[in-house]
């Protein structure tokens, strides 16, 4: 014979399983909450978004001047016209690259050869 207990217990589970679907739905809310509860937290303010902005911007302008500088600096380099033909002729690249490699090697034209072989 069942217990008393045993007889509640049959009685609240209905046999066609309809008691299952609500639970399911129940845990897909759960996890749905959880979801928006994360993309809640990750989101960007419109502050931060502006902060990121100018961090970048502020960035950009120093590698900017940077450049810039750099490009006065190499622009003060004397470079002979023969060195220039030479790298020119030895290894088939435009004046522009030649000239540029032998600024940035302070006019020395094995360490600028070196360089544009490597």
């Known amino acids: ?21 609500p639970r399911k ?3 897909g809310a759960a996890d749905l909450e959880r979801v928006t509860d994360y993309a809640e937290e990750k989101e960007i303010s419109a502050e ?4 990121a902005m100018s961090v970048i911007g502020d960035r950009r302008s120093r590698e900017q001047k940077a450049k810039q500088e750099r490009e006065k600096e190499l622009a ?6 023969e060195d220039v033909e030479l790298i020119m002729q030895e290894l088939e690249i435009s004046r522009l690259v030649a000239e540029r490699s032998l600024r940035e090697h302070l006019g020395n034209v094995v ?6 072989t490597n």
Request: net charge negative.
């Open 76 to 81: 003060k380099v004397t470079i002979k016209k």
């Open 111 to 116: 360490e600028a050869l070196v360089a544009l």
């Open 1 to 21: 014979m069942a217990a008393e207990g045993d007889v509640e217990l049959l009685e609240l589970e209905p046999e066609d399983g309809s008691q299952d679907k």
């Open 48 to 51: 931060d978004l502006h902060t």
């Open 25 to 27: 739905h129940d845990s």
